[in-house]
């Protein structure tokens, strides 16, 4: 049987204060917890929208990012695809297999080939987050039910379909560059001010619609260690989530799993995956390659990020840009 | 045994004479043939090179393209990627098939959903096609064999993950409405003068490291009459492939399967594919939704597009944008 | 909300009393529905058994069998398993995907080929249901719940692992030559008379135990005529149903699709699933070749049959046999 | 280029003398090699067969192998398929994945479950190979070649669709038991002469058609220790193969990976594989579980084992049975 026990509690939070609805395996005094479906839903975006920060988007965002392009050098940001621990990271209990379908050499002759691709592929490699990929109980983003949108073959509401081609303003906070480290530590937890000073150090304000990359220098572990940047990472904190989500942001991400801290704050399963795709519908960029970003000290600059539309997926593996 | 007769025959052809290499199974007096290795390698890009037509990404192509972004107006040109041929079109035996890994939903807590995909994902939708995916004998681009490169898992040479970003000026030559047709016939050939035409009609000229974008109107039948679209398609003969090739373009793609029109001239094996991809080196765009962008009459924009870095794959689906 | 409107109807049938639990959705007056879970939990094997009518695969069973084999010969019953449709029969919905992974050759060196299968492997080609197969709310065989059982990776109880190798005193009832045609009809209702018969006229008698093998002539359509074969077929009334359930059976097959007639009496769902798979946890075997069996007028035989014991899987693809 | 060096060796082995054919990566006096094409071809079922020693499969070796069925005791000796390595091993570089696809349970509704299985179905597991498995250049088992039956979808001939079901009087050769180990040591090399002994200690000897297990004891570390069980494994030489095909036996099965024993006499590329399935055509079983068995000193019994007839497959995964 659902048992649900609300308990309601005001706290001072930034943005504002909300009521909190308590897990029936709660720790004592959590640190933050999503709000209940009748506190969250409708999301601000209205009933039914299914594109969240996805709205941002226009072509306003699209000249703002063109303006930032003044040499027209590119960074791509996306990891190889590959199932070699040495070239690559694939996230845990996944696979990324590629099976050569090669066609029989034959004389004189052109043939062709292919490969069968078999892969958890929204949730490999550099990925997008779509709001399909989360829920709370049985409930989604603006309250999709599972059992309404759920199916075989993709969800029917809150795929990755929805999200689109996505070109803003990214800035680049570069945490790791602001505390003089080539990697923060494995368990490093990203606070506001970390966020608030690296971007005071570069002059750069965040503004409505940005993309928002946080460099942590983990990512530098992808294909080298991949045990080790499974196991934990540095990343930002429930607080510093909250005060990304009040910047208004298109996207977050960074050079490691999840974005946030792990192992969480509070050992919460993934709250930071909770209020950004469940609450507030801000899609998470996963497993960044930002070394030659941060060494180019490249702080601003148009971000783009193309996703495959697969019909009800919970995301996609993605090889997004920045260029200045 | 390989047998190989070679017949050598001096042809003007632009952009320069070629001797060509006979087929022991040739038509009397076929239109074209694939020049002997000798002839052919090394490529245009030296010996060794794995990127053809891609070398023509550089800072300068992007700031032309920028250039052309004046009001952030953007095109999306890929298909969605559904198992459904009510919603999209899957190239001839191959498959996209998404099967949702969802959570058994649990009272108050966080789950996760992933999905599996299962498909030629180099070869399906929307897609790029890498010169890993064509062979003449057991030759690639570049002069590559298939004893060397082949393996089970990637090509080990000429995948996809060399391509990277590409941003160009785009072009439309909108062939169709040249015509003033909805759609070209099912077999209609597009020749050099078709796409002079369309383009002095709107007083462009290609320039070297453009995309050039064919509009047949025929991928109109995607999801809708995917046989149809399938068996035949109007599309572009040997001449005009020729003629493209000789303004150096980065990129060449249509709405429609393959570029070239099939059945194609002569009844020959797909000789568009075999002179861009294994002799010269340009990559191919398929598949293109081309519907709006030529609704809006946008003849000249920014294009973008990112393709999977797939160590070894063949091709890559895409979701490839216009921006003007 | 779930919402149970409980219906208490006393029948007199095999093997008791039981009273009968009203869909919802209910017709009036449906000929049959699925007891509730209070009165059909636990089965006749006892709480938390998970074999059902395979616990009567025993010592003696096999003996009674190995009794029949008196030449020595062979009935190979299971369908070849490939992707082509000109071939073999795959259930809707489902793929049986074959791809090689060849090596490539290279002189006076050993090499070896494989290849990757994808398919519902538990239900495709002529197959054993295993009772994670049907549910029927949220609730299984015994009574297992889907929150407590179901899995990304398999169910944790109820999965094909449990059935093992099967061997008993195999019985074929041949309708379709008890009504002299080589086929019958393609919505021909078997009724418990027609098995009553077809038994009489070969004075066999069903015993406990006994693997019963229907022959409809139905399978001749495998790879003939798929579309039909699946559209709809002659198969088993819930009545023959529950006559055949009471004779204790180990596993109970068909040369059809389902077993039971399609579409099915009442349009209900599959109430033979329900009552062999849910109720009373009987196996059942589908898709079965019997061309040469009945030729050879083989009623009587040691029947064979071993799944893989694929965890937590639903069902296998079988190639079972019958010898006399 | 392909360059064969000839050298002549007379040797006096069973069945007969035989050239060798030397490879040009030889090692100087290699124990053994397999001969060439003309040498070996066609095999001695003729021209053109598949089937080796699937022929020896009558009625007669059925009748011989009821006999043995006294008490209906049956030893089950085939792994567990799971993609857990703490429950079954899965052979190298291949994987056995399972994918629930559930239904989302409805209230009153019946609904089903099914799977999608991913795995190198034809070598995962406890296995039997069939003749497509193992190439030397590009030649077959009765010399077909590579270039004649490869294809994207299984092989044009050789396929394990070819061997049917097997059923023959079994003996279990236990060579552990011999020595009076649990187990053989992991490089242990299996001769003629502990083949002989093990079988005159039970008072038994072979006879044309037979199916041959030997226990080396090394299956008990099958989801134990993987890894161990993978990096080497005692089993048969290259004189105990000798022997072993003179006596003409169906199928060969041991309880480690690969029958013969690892690393090779002379590092030798699996010099049984070539031996059994290029040059005399004889089913290999593999990862076969022979605790029980072994435990229950049943060195003679019925031997039956159902592969699935996937079409063009190299192998298959298999559940094989031994009754007495």
Tied chains: 1, 2, 3, 4.
Aim: overall charge negative; glycine content about 10%.
């Amino acid at each position: 049987m659902k048992t649900y026990v609300l308990v309601m509690i005001s706290l001072a939070l930034c943005p504002g204060t909300v009521s909190l609805h308590a897990q029936s395996d709660a720790q004592p005094n959590p640190p933050w917890q999503l709000p209940s479906d009748d506190q969250r839903c409708p999301s601000k975006w209205g009933p039914g929208d299914q594109r969240g920060s996805g709205n941002l988007m226009k072509p306003g965002t699209v000249l703002r990012a063109t303006k930032l392009i003044k040499t027209g050098e590119v960074f791509e940001l996306g990891e190889l695809l590959s199932a070699d621990p040495k070239e690559a990271f694939i996230n845990g209990g996944r696979q990324f297999s590629l099976y050569t379908k090669p066609a029989v050499p034959k004389p004189d002759t052109r043939t062709e080939n292919e490969e069968l691709v078999v892969a958890e592929l929204g949730q490999v490699g550099t990925q997008i987050d779509a709001f399909a990929h989360q829920m709370y109980g049985d409930s989604f983003y603006n309250c999709y039910k599972y059992a309404d949108i759920a199916g075989r073959n993709g969800y029917k509401k809150l795929g990755v379909e929805n999200i689109g081609m996505l070109m803003s303003r990214g800035v680049l906070i570069d945490v790791a560059g602001l505390r003089g480290v080539d990697m923060l530590g494995d368990t490093y937890i990203i606070t506001p001010e970390d966020l608030q000073q690296a971007l005071a150090k570069e002059k750069l304000a965040l503004q409505p619609g940005d993309v928002v990359i946080i460099n942590t220098g983990y990512g530098k572990l992808m294909g080298k260690d991949n045990q080790r940047y499974e196991r934990n990472s540095p990343g930002i904190s429930i607080a510093a989530g909250q005060w990304l989500v009040g910047q208004d942001p298109m996207l977050v991400g960074a050079d490691n799993c999840c974005l946030e801290v792990r192992p969480p704050e509070a050992r919460m399963s993934l709250p930071i995956h909770q209020m950004f795709l469940i609450q507030y519908g801000v899609h998470i960029l996963e497993n960044l390659k930002l070394e030659q970003l941060s060494a180019a000290h490249a702080y601003e600059f148009a971000f783009i990020v193309q996703s495959l539309k697969m019909k009800g997926a919970t995301g996609s593996a993605v090889e997004p840009v920045a260029i200045r």
